[in-house]
């Protein structure tokens, strides 16, 4: 790619995946070696770069993740669409430049893992998957007002549209909500329809627990209090499997030394 002329060029995209795949046609497309690729959220102006705003294609994105499938392979698409949920620091030209050799090389571009942006993208693409299998376990809907079930939760990766197919298939005959707190964002899932959706929600929004829910953590909470045995308590190997940053909104609360009865 011809770089000389575009070595200040940053693309700025809508912060979607499809953004972020019409944002990667129009490199390759043109030609062009952007210094950056920002979401426009991240952007701040500077007088030393010249700035290119990416319009989103759907048609583009399509056409460019089949290129990606076609020339170089379908684990590498599955590697960027995971490195892109990471949200992390410089991921978007980790993807360009990962694309860039996997052009080149084809499928084996995995095998170069000397490369340190290909090592980036394996590793973030790593911890976004880890952390959708750990939550897969770990979240509980709980019942509210109005028969439909809610669960809240705060992860470190945008993980939510892994998390939600899983979901409508253990739980395909309720109405159910599971909120990203951190994102303000939510999947949101219609028995009815057998769709989900991922929407954003506002700032603060917590639906009122049923009765009968509020009743079954109680007696959650006293179960998990009568079964834990003292001196038997490892909480290193504890948190291993269950971290204390997802504490916040699980009903058994590990670690509490809060003894919960019965009255």
Request: one cysteine or more.
């Amino acid at each position: 790619m011809d770089s000389s002329n575009d070595s200040k060029k940053v693309y700025i995209y809508d912060g979607s995946y499809q953004g972020l795949m019409t944002a990667l046609y129009t490199a390759f497309k043109n030609r062009e070696a952007p210094v950056k690729i920002l979401a426009e959220s991240e952007f701040r102006d500077d007088l030393f770069y010249q700035k290119k705003k990416i319009i989103t294609d759907q048609e583009k994105s399509d056409f460019f993740a089949g290129q990606i499938k076609k020339h170089i392979s379908a684990q590498v698409l599955n590697n960027i669409f995971y490195c892109y949920l990471s949200e992390a620091e410089k991921m978007e030209l980790y993807i360009f430049r990962y694309l860039f050799t996997g052009f080149k090389v084809g499928k084996s571009v995995d095998e170069l893992l000397t490369k340190d942006y290909i090592r980036q993208v394996h590793d973030l693409a790593h911890r976004v998957r880890h952390e959708s299998h750990r939550l897969k376990g770990l979240i509980r809907l709980k019942e509210a007002v109005g028969g439909k079930y809610y669960a809240a939760v705060e992860p470190d990766y945008k993980t939510l549209i892994l998390l939600a197919p899983h979901f409508k298939s253990r739980f395909s005959t309720m109405d159910w909500i599971i909120h990203d707190h951190k994102r303000e964002e939510a999947v949101i899932y219609s028995a009815e329809d057998k769709e989900w959706l991922l929407i954003d929600l506002e700032k603060g929004f917590e639906p009122q627990l049923s009765n009968r829910e509020a009743e079954v953590q109680d007696l959650w909470r006293a179960f998990f209090s009568a079964v834990s045995i003292q001196n038997r308590k490892n909480r290193k190997v504890q948190q291993q499997f269950m971290p204390k940053k997802y504490w916040k909104h699980l009903i058994e609360r590990p670690g509490s030394s809060q003894n919960y009865k019965l009255e």
